[in-house]
Every structure is written in structure tokens, then in C-alpha cells.
């Protein structure tokens, strides 16, 4: 059963070193044809991007010649041969600054200037994104690797996709929104490194020819060279997939504690995001049906302290349409509707609008959570922030028969802090203020 499983998968079998070299060093030149064609395949992935259609970015990425060099890097990395890698990095780094000032000439020049769906898919990787790198490398070398030919390259290409991030950073920096540069990048570069990282493992799984030198000695100091490259390469990637991995774990998470819980509460979830602002991850879910009671954002928020994650907190915004009716908008419509509420929500942070807070329910929210408090209340003060500014900030008054420590202390008011949707918070334990007061 061994040898014939062993059998059935065995990929050694049928592999040709000579036309596997010959193959991707020959992508890896960037002159004549091939750089006419990364022009072309950069402005139809601009193109797409920049109308929503997924038929051209696909017919981009199949005829995107940046798959080559990237190959390149991993196959010479595993057969330690140095004047392949010097080309295919040289190669790589110019059709990324080709792809980039293409990318950034276009988006200068077309009318259309907002962001649309395709552009902010590819503004940060998810975990998924890293495994259809590892795995659409590994079946671009295998593939390549044949001796009689397969139709798997067209398919890893459009799986990988590395000219839309590509171009994405290029709208990023033609309109300066850098967190489209730096997200699109860093999707571009996971995909690049996990790609010659697939590439380096197969290669070396099928024992292809190492570069020999007629200096043993300087043989010695490229193996040492490119085991330090190995190093730098793998380091990163570990890192990266981890950090990958955590932030999918948080939105599993968040998914779990907040939408899930407002969906039992009869209300549909039509859109939600992450946003960070003044050191709160703001879960911002936009709903229909009734408003979300204060009881019920204090419990999610409580569920999230409780599950580690104590510098995220709801921001819910009411809808007045269903999913159906979001449904028959198009995209466009759709995203000015979501763009036109967050704005309503920032120009009411901006005026300083204090939300209508209950006693009742903030003293029982804060005893809830805090055993250490025995009774709390809670008011507004306002404070002159300049001569023609007044500020106005929430107060909250509690009484304990033991006075808290720092730590007990610094918990209630990164509690209050997310409970009122403010930076700062005005904290007065009653038993002092009366004795100062006397």
C-alpha cells in the first residue's frame, strides 16, 4: 500500500531539470515582447480595477509575465546558482517599478477616481491569500517541471494574482492613500515570497542539479550566501503568515462575538468593518430593523473585554433597508450609501454630539463588570478646550468600600472610556470628592 501510494504521487517521476532551467530563465529577461506585455497586462489590470470588471483583471493576470522572475528567485535559491538569482531579482524589481509607474500614469490620467470593490479586496492579505500563494506556486513549478506539457500555468496565474496588488499600490500612491500603497504592497510581496518559497521546496523535493564550482572554497562561501538567503527569506514569511493568521483569528472572533449575536437579536448585518481610531479598534456594523438597545452593545462589548480583545467596542449605525434592498442597489450606489453614513458619523464625533446614556443602565453596566463597585453615576462636564471651543466629556462618579488599585482603576476607565465612545473620560470615586467638598 506504501509503494503505491508512494507511486501515485511521486512527481520526481517525469521531471526534466534541463527544460524546467530553460523555461524560467527564459521568463525571467525583461526586454523586448515580454516588457511589452507587462505594460499591456498592467494597464488591463488598472483598467478593471478601475471599472469593477473581473473579466479583464483575469485576462491581465494570464498574460502578466511576473510570475517568471519570481520563479526565478526560488529556483535559483535551491541550486545555488548566482547569476540566475542576480537576473531574476534585477528582472522582478524593474517590472515592479515598470507595473507601479504604469499603474500610477494611468490612474492620474482617468476621470474615474474612486475606489471600488476590486481596489479594496487587494488593499490586505488574509490567510487564504498566503495559501493560494504557497499552493499555486507549488502547482506553477510542478507544472513546469513535466516533461510533456500541462495546462496548469494559466491557472496558477489567475490564482496568484500579482499584478492587481501591483496596481493597486499604483492607485495608492497616484491618489496618496497610503494604506492602499502599503496594504496592496505587502499583499504583492506575501505572494511573491510565498511563491519562490514554494518553489525553492519543490525544487529541492526533486533533487535537481546544484551549481558546482571549480573553487571548493568559493563553492563553500555561496552555500553559506545562500543559506543566509534562505534565513531571510523564511523569517519573514513565518512572521507574516503569523500575523496573517492572528488577524483572521480576530475576525473569526469579532464575527462570532458581535454579528452573530445581533443577528439573534432579529436585526440583518449588511455590511461591517474594522476601523481604527484613537487607539480603539472600532467594530462599525451597519444594520437594519430596530436600534440595538444599550444593554445589548454593553453585553458585546463585555463579551469582547472577556475574549482578549479589550481595545475593540461596537459602533452600530441603523439602516432603514433590508439586505434585499442593499442587493438590488448597484455596487456604486451601495458604497456612496455606506461612504454617506460614515460621514454623517464622523461629523457627529466632530460637533460632539454625546449620545443619550441612561443612568440606570450605565450604573448597572458598571457593576455588572466591576464587583468592586458598589454603586456608580454618571453626568457631563464641560471644559473650556480654547478661547471660542467648549468641550464637553463624560463624568462618572462610583463608590466602593475599598479604594481601588491602579490596575482596578485603569480597567474601569478603559471600560468607560469604549462604553462612551470617547477618548477621555472624567473619573471621580464619591467617597473622596464629599470628604475634599466638606
Given at each position: 500500500m506504501k509503494e503505491f501510494l508512494i507511486k501515485i504521487f511521486d512527481i520526481r517521476l517525469h521531471s526534466d531539470f534541463q527544460k524546467t532551467f530553460q523555461i524560467i530563465s527564459d521568463g525571467v529577461l525583461l526586454k523586448g515582447y515580454n516588457l511589452w506585455i507587462l505594460v499591456c497586462s498592467c494597464i488591463l489590470a488598472s483598467i478593471g480595477l478601475n471599472t469593477n470588471s473581473t473579466a479583464i483583471i483575469i485576462g491581465?493576470?494570464?498574460?502578466?509575465?511576473?510570475?517568471?522572475?519570481?520563479?526565478?528567485?526560488?529556483?535559483?535559491?535551491?541550486?545555488?546558482?548566482?547569476?540566475?538569482?542576480?537576473?531574476?531579482?534585477?528582472?522582478?524589481?524593474?517590472?515592479?517599478?515598470?507595473?507601479l509607474f504604469t499603474s500610477v500614469l494611468y490612474f492620474l490620467i482617468t476621470p474615474l477616481t474612486g475606489a471600488t470593490e476590486e481596489l479594496q479586496s487587494r488593499t490586505f492579505p488574509t490567510l487564504l491569500d498566503v495559501l493560494v500563494a504557497l499552493f499555486g506556486?507549488?502547482?506553477?513549478?510542478?507544472?513546469?517541471?513535466?516533461?510533456?506539457?500541462?495546462?496548469?500555468?494559466?491557472?496558477?496565474?489567475i490564482a496568484t494574482a500579482l499584478m492587481p496588488p501591483l496596481c493597486t499600490a499604483g492607485y495608492g500612491l497616484a491618489t496618496l492613500r497610503w494604506n492602499y500603497f502599503f496594504g496592496a504592497f505587502y499583499l504583492f510581496f506575501i505572494n511573491a515570497v510565498f511563491i519562490s518559497l514554494a518553489t525553492y521546496l519543490i525544487v529541492k523535493y526533486l533533487h535537481f542539479p546544484e551549481k558546482k564550482y571549480a573553487d571548493t572554497r568559493l563553492q563553500k562561501v555561496y552555500s553559506i550566501w545562500f543559506s543566509v538567503i534562505i534565513i531571510v527569506v523564511l523569517i519573514p514569511s513565518i512572521y507574516f503568515l503569523y500575523s496573517v493568521y492572528k488577524k483572521s483569528m480576530i475576525k473569526i472572533d469579532v464575527n462570532d462575538i458581535v454579528i452573530n449575536t445581533i443577528q439573534k437579536n432579529g436585526n440583518e448585518v449588511l455590511k461591517w468593518e474594522i476601523q481604527d481610531q484613537d487607539s480603539v479598534q472600532w467594530v462599525k456594523v451597519?444594520?437594519?430593523?430596530?436600534?440595538?438597545?444599550?444593554?445589548?452593545?454593553?453585553?458585546i462589548n463585555n463579551s469582547l473585554h472577556k475574549h482578549n480583545l479589550r481595545s475593540y467596542a461596537l459602533k452600530a449605525?441603523?439602516?432603514?433597508?433590508?439586505?434585499?434592498?442593499?442587493?438590488?442597489?448597484?455596487?456604486?450606489?451601495?458604497?456612496?450609501?455606506?461612504?454617506?453614513?460614515?460621514?454623517?458619523?464622523?461629523?457627529q464625533q466632530i460637533n460632539n454630539s454625546p449620545p443619550p446614556l441612561s443612568y440606570k443602565s450605565v450604573s448597572k453596566e458598571i457593576q455588572a463588570a466591576f464587583s468592586f463597585v458598589d454603586t456608580a453615576?454618571?453626568?457631563?462636564?464641560?471644559?473650556?478646550?480654547?478661547?471660542?471651543?467648549i468641550d464637553t466629556i463624560p463624568a462618572v462618579f462610583y463608590r466602593s468600600k475599598k479604594p481601588l488599585n491602579d490596575k482596578q482603576k485603569q480597567q474601569l476607565y478603559t471600560f468607560l472610556k469604549l462604553r462612551f465612545n470617547t477618548d477621555t473620560v472624567a473619573l471621580y470615586q464619591q467617597n473622596e470628592l464629599v470628604r475634599k467638598l466638606h
Open positions: 491581465a493576470m494570464l498574460i502578466s509575465p511576473l510570475m517568471s522572475p519570481i520563479l526565478g528567485v526560488g529556483l535559483s535559491i535551491a541550486i545555488h546558482d548566482r547569476e540566475l538569482l542576480a537576473r531574476s531579482l534585477r528582472n522582478l524589481g524593474l517590472a515592479v517599478l515598470i507595473s506556486g507549488i502547482a506553477g513549478i510542478v507544472a513546469i517541471s513535466r516533461k510533456e506539457p500541462t495546462n496548469a500555468i494559466p491557472g496558477v496565474a451597519y444594520h437594519s430593523g430596530e436600534p440595538l438597545s444599550d444593554s445589548l452593545k454593553a453585553a449605525v441603523r439602516v432603514n433597508l433590508t439586505k434585499e434592498d442593499v442587493s438590488k442597489l448597484s455596487a456604486q450606489t451601495a458604497k456612496e450609501m455606506f461612504q454617506q453614513l460614515q460621514l454623517d458619523s464622523l461629523k453615576s454618571n453626568g457631563w462636564i464641560t471644559l473650556p478646550d480654547s478661547v471660542a471651543h
